[in-house]
């Protein structure tokens, strides 16, 4: 359905009635609904603070030393502030009416090109007059390279906000999709963020998985409470250092990896330990593993990441170096990565046989100045010596650059693994797990044992 005609029937609806609050990229959102007609019937109210000093006076300032104006705070506090003054002025008028307040604070594209184009949008809405409202709140990322169609692409999303959160609120998941109506190839959604007393059986990190499973966006991020994150603001100035895997179940070699990965990256040179963060990421291709994509297996995993206090990324990235990428664009310090040798060895024979005109360039987009591998060491069966950086299989034809990244320290060995946990792998505790075989338990960390007995995860029964 096109922007025109779901603000013509947003506009229809007397149940609803609200304010806008735009800041960055004009009204473009109320536009939509005035040109529709009928906007009297759902536009309480329609403005813009441009000037950061006008800005503060109705909103409040923002944190000292960030000065930024694009940030999820802000949207918030116009929320609450646009929010409370329709309650306030028009709750006794209009008794039956759901309210609403829209708000956004947007950066566009500058005629320089050196502001990309983003911005932060939040609907504010009830779905009963006398309850409480719910919050939908997103990111977005302008892909246009025209300020006039940057500044389009914003009405049109704030338009879908709203028509998805009148039309489908009991189908999460479609509200969700609708939001990319008529914007594909024009905007990247990385986060997305649906609260309140209407959407309580809805678990947010749900919405990060549909976020990528349906191409909306290539990464999103929860943190350990499950509430979903953006780089751009949780990471800003943070280096970090990042655990793919499958986590199916996390293993004491993964908790191990974990936890002396990250105090060795802390120590390095250039990595401020106070502003360091550890994530833990899990494909979109390793959740289709076996096949089709099962929600429920995925809410096993991030549960037992979160109860081990870990912020999880979800990705379409199957590359390292697209996530590389991913994260560059927020100018984090320093990126690491850690993971197994073997994965290593993998990496390093994939990169060749898929560039073998460009071997340099292809290794170039993967070990930046600012990128470190560190190598977590295998104990192949039967063997006595231990896989590691220095002692992985390498194809004769790059010894010379493969010896370039280690003396530069691109890629580096774990110090201080405990090499009597290596017997471990994730998928033979998951068999002993579905088959109910004894001694799995002391294969994961407690807090895992405990919520896969309780709860059944992979497929427990407890019947033994």
């Known amino acids: 359905m096109e922007p025109k005609q779901k603000a013509l029937e947003i506009n229809l609806d007397d149940?609803?009635?609200?304010?806008?609050?735009?800041?960055?990229?004009?009204?473009e959102?109320?536009?939509h609904f005035f040109q529709a007609g009928a906007a009297a019937g759902t536009i309480a109210k329609s403005m813009s603070a441009y000037d950061k000093k006008v800005s503060d006076d109705i909103y409040g300032a923002e944190e000292s030393g960030k000065g930024r104006y694009v940030c999820e705070s802000r949207l918030y506090k116009m929320l609450d502030h646009e929010y409370d003054l329709m309650e306030q002025r028009l709750r006794e008028e209009r008794p039956d009416q759901c309210f609403f307040a829209f708000a956004d604070t947007?950066?566009?594209?500058?005629?320089?090109?050196?502001?990309?184009?983003?911005?932060?949008?939040?609907?504010r809405f009830q779905?009963?007059?006398?309850?409480?409202?719910?919050?939908?709140?997103?990111?977005?990322?302008?892909?246009?390279?025209?300020?006039?169609?940057?500044?389009?692409?914003?009405?049109?999303?704030?338009?879908?906000?709203?028509?998805?959160?009148?039309?489908?609120?009991?189908?999460?998941?479609?509200?969700?999709?609708?939001?990319?109506?008529?914007?594909?190839?024009?905007?990247?959604?990385?986060?997305?963020?649906?609260?309140?007393?209407?959407?309580?059986?809805?678990d947010n990190r749900l919405i990060c998985l549909w976020l990528v499973k349906h191409q909306i966006s290539p990464v999103a991020i929860f943190g350990?409470?499950?509430?979903?994150?953006?780089?751009?603001?949780?990471?800003?100035?943070?280096?970090?250092?990042?655990?793919?895997g499958s986590y199916r179940p996390p293993t004491l070699v993964q908790q191990d990896m974990i936890r002396i990965s990250f105090e060795q990256f802390r120590k390095e040179p250039g990595v401020d330990a106070s502003k360091a963060h550890f994530l833990t990421e899990i494909t979109l291709d390793n959740l289709r593993s076996e096949g089709q994509?099962?929600?429920?297996?995925?809410m096993d995993r991030a549960e037992l990441l979160c109860a081990l206090k870990q912020t999880v990324i979800i990705s379409n990235c199957v590359q390292h170096k697209n996530l590389i990428a991913y994260f560059s664009d927020y100018r984090v310090p320093q990126i690491g990565l850690v993971m197994g040798a073997r994965k290593l060895e993998n990496i390093i024979r994939e990169t060749c046989h898929q560039n073998p005109?460009?071997?340099?360039?292809?290794?170039?987009?993967?070990?930046?100045?600012?990128?470190?591998?560190?190598?977590?060491?295998?104990?192949?069966?039967?063997?006595?010596?231990?896989?590691?950086?220095?002692?992985?299989?390498?194809p004769d034809n790059i010894h010379f650059l493969y010896d370039h990244l280690l003396a530069n320290r691109n890629i580096v060995d774990l110090e201080v693994v405990n090499t009597n946990i290596l017997h471990i792998y994730h998928k033979k505790v998951l068999d002993m797990i579905r088959k109910d075989q004894p001694g799995w338990e002391k294969l994961v960390?407690?807090?895992?044992?405990?919520?896969?007995?309780?709860?059944?995860f992979f497929g427990y029964s407890g019947k033994r």
């Open 106 to 123: 947007v950066a566009a594209i500058n005629y320089q090109k050196t502001i990309k184009g983003d911005g932060w949008l939040g609907l």
């Open 293 to 298: 994509l099962d929600e429920r297996d995925f």
């Open 445 to 456: 960390p407690e807090a895992v044992a405990f919520l896969i007995r309780k709860k059944g």
């Open 127 to 202: 779905l009963k007059p006398d309850s409480q409202p719910n919050d939908l709140v997103v990111h977005v990322r302008l892909l246009d390279q025209d300020n006039k169609l940057q500044q389009q692409a914003v009405g049109i999303l704030g338009v879908n906000m709203i028509y998805g959160c009148y039309r489908f609120p009991e189908k999460p998941e479609d509200l969700i999709v609708s939001l990319t109506d008529n914007l594909r190839g024009r905007a990247v959604i990385d986060m997305v963020r649906l609260e309140g007393p209407d959407f309580t059986a809805l």
């Open 357 to 394: 005109d460009n071997l340099l360039g292809a290794f170039g987009e993967i070990f930046l100045h600012k990128v470190r591998f560190y190598i977590y060491p295998a104990k192949p069966e039967g063997s006595t010596q231990l896989l590691t950086a220095n002692t992985i299989q390498i």
């Open 224 to 244: 350990p409470d499950g509430r979903p994150l953006h780089a751009g603001e949780f990471l800003y100035k943070k280096s970090i250092l990042i655990a793919r």
């Open 29 to 31: 959102v109320a536009r």
């Open 15 to 27: 149940q609803v009635y609200g304010a806008f609050a735009e800041i960055g990229a004009g009204q």
